[in-house]
C-alpha cells in the first residue's frame, strides 16, 4: 500500500511567514506520523503474520494507528498499558475508544512491556511503545524524498524543517535523509533523553537535528491553559486543527526561537488528531472549557 503525496501548503500566523507539510491528511483514519513509521508494515508481505502486540498510554496514537494496521492486514491486535481508569472503561473517548472499535484487545499490566516482549512468536509483530525501532525509518525515507521534490516544485529557498518529538525517531530519520537541518523539540523527558534515544539508533552526532530548548518545563500531557489558549489561536490564525499534546509544546518553544533562525520554515504536522478528543474533554473537566469541538471524520 502507498500512501497519497501530502500538500505542503504556504500559510502565515501572524507575521510568520512559513509552510506546512500537511501529513495529517496522509490517511482519514492513520496518524500523519504512526501511519509514516508503520508504512513498513504495510507495505510487506508479512504472510507469516496473526496478530500484533504492543503497549503504551491507554490514549496512545500508536495505538490507535496499529489498531487501523490489524484491521486492514486482518491480524489480530493485543495491547499492554498499565491502568485504564474506569471512568475510560465506562465512557470510553479518543483513541482508546476508535482501537476499541477497530477490535483492539486490550489487559491492564504492571509490566506492560516484559508482557508484550514476551508474547514474541514465529506469528506475532512485537511493536514497540511509540512505534520506537528501525523499521520506521522506510516510510521517513519516503517522506523526506517528498519533501525534497515539494522544495524543488515550489522553488522553496534555504528551508529547514521543525517538528516536535516524542521518542525522537521521527526527526532522526527525517535528518538522516534531508540535505539540510531538522530542529525538533522535545514534549517527553527533556532534551537529555532525546539525545540518549537518538545515541540508541546512531553513533555519529553529527547526524542529530538541532534541539530547541526552552527554559519553561513542559511535562508531557500536562494541562495548561497557556498551551490551550495557544492551541485555539492556531486554529483561528491558520485554520488548521494542531494536536494538544506535541504541536502545542512545539509551537511555543519555536516561536521563542525563531528570531535565531535563518531560511525558510517548513513545519510538519504530524496527524494525531483523535488525540484531542480526550485532551479536550480533560481541559473542560478541568478549565471548564466548552471548545467548540466537532467530531471529525
Ligand atoms: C508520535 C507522535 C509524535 C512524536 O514522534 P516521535 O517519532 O516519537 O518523536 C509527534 N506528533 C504526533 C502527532 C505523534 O503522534
Redesign the pocket.
Known amino acids: 500500500m502507498h500512501f497519497p503525496t501530502t500538500p505542503l501548503e504556504n500559510i502565515s500566523y501572524k507575521a510568520l511567514d512559513f509552510y506546512i507539510k500537511r501529513d495529517d491528511l496522509l490517511h482519514p483514519d492513520f496518524?500523519?506520523?504512526?501511519a509514516r513509521?508503520f508504512h513498513y508494515f504495510l507495505s510487506g508481505e508479512f504472510l507469516h503474520v496473526r496478530r500484533v502486540v504492543s503497549f503504551g498510554s491507554n490514549q496512545?496514537?500508536?495505538m490507535y494507528?496499529l489498531s487501523v494496521l490489524a484491521k486492514l492486514r486482518g491480524w489480530e491486535f493485543v495491547y499492554f498499558t498499565h491502568h485504564i481508569p474506569a471512568f475510560l472503561k465506562e465512557n470510553p473517548i479518543g483513541n482508546y475508544k476508535y482501537a476499541l472499535q477497530n477490535g483492539m484487545k486490550i489487559f491492564e499490566s504492571k509490566n506492560k512491556a516484559d508482557e508484550a516482549n514476551a508474547m514474541s512468536d514465529a506469528k506475532t509483530l512485537i511493536v514497540q511503545e511509540?512505534?520506537?525501532q528501525k523499521e520506521?525509518e522506510y516510510g521517513l525515507e519516503i517522506l523526506a524524498l517528498e519533501l525534497q521534490e515539494d522544495i524543488k516544485r515550489q522553488n522553496i529557498k534555504n528551508p529547514f524543517v521543525y517538528?516536535?518529538?516524542?521518542?525522537?525517531?521521527?526527526?532522526?530519520f527525517l535528518q538522516k535523509y534531508l540535505p539540510f537541518t531538522v530542529f525538533?523539540c522535545s514534549?517527553?523527558g527533556g532534551d537529555e533523553y532525546l539525545k540518549k534515544q537518538w545515541k540508541m539508533l546512531e553513533q555519529n552526532e553529527e547526524c542529530f537535528p538541532v534541539i530547541v530548548s526552552s527554559e519553561k518545563k513542559y511535562h508531557y500531557g500536562k494541562l495548561d491553559i497557556e498551551l490551550y489558549q495557544l492551541w485555539e489561536d492556531l486554529q483561528k490564525n491558520t485554520g488548521i486543527e494542531f494536536?494538544l499534546?506535541?504541536?502545542v509544546v512545539?509551537w511555543k518553544k519555536l516561536l521563542s526561537y525563531l528570531p535565531k533562525m535563518r531560511g525558510t520554515l517548513i513545519y510538519l504536522h504530524?496527524?494525531?488528531?483523535r488525540?484531542n478528543e480526550s485532551m479536550l474533554q480533560r481541559y473542560q473537566y478541568k478549565y471548564g472549557i466548552i471548545a467548540n469541538y466537532k467530531d471529525r471524520k
Open positions: 496518524s500523519g506520523n504512526k513509521k496512545s496514537n500508536a494507528s511509540g512505534g520506537r520506521a517538528l516536535p518529538s516524542g521518542t525522537g525517531v521521527t526527526a532522526l525538533t514534549t517527553v494536536d499534546l506535541y504541536d512545539g504530524q496527524g494525531g488528531l488525540g
